[in-house]
């Protein structure tokens, strides 16, 4: 392995590598259910014994979008039960195939904590029973709801890898959209490419977790139909103009496949005048928030992200737009 790569990732890679479960070989052979059964044995390997940071509190509940009911996990900070006057939308990775709330707990919770914010993540329906774009419109419907009951809140999108493209694209659509508002973002090694095409992508093609093939089903799940992928709100790197997209926190990790791409993102944001904070940390892998139990650079990086994140949040102004009303099951 690479010797720059970080000490405790290269020893995780290792005791994957030696694991042998279905999975650690690529997703290629597994269904969707054994593909989500690897992704919770992988999980609570990266994880290792971390501690869950502390909030006030954390409630179920769900949003009604039409007939459709999309569950959601409230976590609140005392800072946000007294005054929610920060709120984020925190939307999970797993290549839109797996991933749940539970998986999503620790960046939700450090974000509440970080950010002293509310934090509402999403359990969006998952590829391939529910193809593009049932996850973007599950977080649309969200999204519209936060806006809507919050409207003189601040809020920010948080994502990681798949997650961190619908974050990117609700943040697109809320240029255009009355109902949708994303103050600031922070996307986590976004997956924004599905031609995959990026140096990135061949270099780091397998042995750092996230492989090239692994990507290649994860996007043939989500996106049926080939001409999905020019569609932005299945990946926001689609559209020519990215003018008036909220201040923006990119991070990258070094081995990663994904890269290269994100990196080409954060660029474009620049060159569109968007105040946009890029942090690369090149020691690090894809899916590195998932290893802050057991690797410290990881939590360490987290922590600046969401301490960059912080910055543009304070200095957001709520675009304090009012949304369509909506039927909601549980307060948000």
């Known amino acids: 392995m690479h010797p720059s790569l970080d000490p405790a990732v290269r020893h995780l890679i290792a005791e994957l590598d030696a694991l042998g479960e279905p999975g650690a070989e690529g997703l290629d052979d597994l269904t969707p259910e054994q593909a989500r059964a690897w992704y919770t044995v992988l999980r609570r390997i990266l994880g290792g014994e971390r501690t869950a940071p502390e909030v006030a509190s954390v409630h179920d509940a769900q949003v009604l979008d039409g007939a459709h009911a999309v569950p959601v996990r409230v976590y609140d900070t005392e800072e946000s039960i007294m005054m929610p006057d920060r709120v984020v939308l925190c939307v999970h990775g797993g290549g839109w195939v797996v991933g749940d709330l539970d998986g999503a707990d620790h960046l939700a919770r450090s974000a509440a904590r970080r950010l002293r914010a509310r934090v509402v993540s999403v359990d969006y329906r998952l590829a391939p029973e529910h193809v593009f774009p049932a996850a973007y419109d599950d977080c649309a419907a969200v999204l519209a709801e936060l806006s809507r009951t919050h409207p003189e809140a601040r809020i920010a999108g948080v994502g990681d890898s798949a997650g961190a493209n619908l974050v990117g ?21 976004p997956a924004l490419d599905p031609s995959m095409a990026s140096d990135s992508m061949s270099r ?128 948000i």
């Open 169 to 189: 694209a609700l943040a697109a659509a809320s240029r255009h959209r009355d109902d949708l508002r994303v103050d600031a973002q922070l996307l986590l090694y």
């Open 204 to 331: 780091m093609a397998e042995g750092y977790i996230l492989t090239k093939a692994d990507m290649a089903y994860y996007w043939s799940c989500y996106l049926r139909d080939p001409a999905h992928a020019s569609d932005p709100r299945a990946t926001p790197a689609a559209l020519a103009d990215l003018a008036g997209m909220p201040p923006t926190v990119l991070v990258t990790a070094g081995f990663d496949p994904l890269h290269d791409e994100g990196m080409a993102y954060a660029r474009r944001l620049v060159a569109a005048d968007v105040a946009t904070a890029y942090l690369p940390f090149p020691s690090l892998v894809h899916g590195f928030a998932d290893m802050a139990g057991r690797v410290p650079a990881a939590l360490d990086a987290l922590d600046n992200a969401l301490a960059a994140l912080d910055l543009y949040f304070g200095a957001a102004t709520p675009q304090r737009r009012l949304g369509p009303a909506s039927s909601e099951v549980s307060p």
